[in-house]
């Protein structure tokens, strides 16, 4: 990737992998926690993609 992150893209970043991270770890807890197979799996998968789009967006900044 070319260019810089502005102070205010920085912050935005910062804030989005937050949120993912929490957002991770809520259905983590709760795809441990449910008593529905169907649902464990939901919130597994959900983990996945939050943790997916944290890894990504990670990687994006170390590039730089």
Same mark, same amino acid.
């Given at each position: 990737?070319?260019?810089?992150? /502005?102070?205010?893209? &920085?912050?935005?970043?910062?804030?989005?992998?937050?949120?993912?991270?929490? %957002?991770?770890?809520? #259905?983590?807890?709760?795809?441990?926690?449910? /008593?529905?197979?169907? &649902?464990?799996?939901?919130?597994?998968?959900?983990?996945?993609?939050?943790? %997916?789009?944290?890894? #990504?967006?990670?990687?994006?900044?170390?590039?730089?």
């Amino acid at each position: 990737m070319t260019g810089e992150f /502005t102070k205010n893209g &920085l912050m935005y970043a910062e804030e989005t992998m937050i949120a993912e991270y929490i %957002a991770c770890r809520k #259905a983590q807890t709760y795809s441990n926690t449910m /008593t529905d197979e169907r &649902l464990c799996e939901l919130f597994a998968e959900f983990a996945l993609r939050h943790q %997916a789009r944290f890894n #990504a967006l990670y990687a994006i900044l170390m590039q730089e």
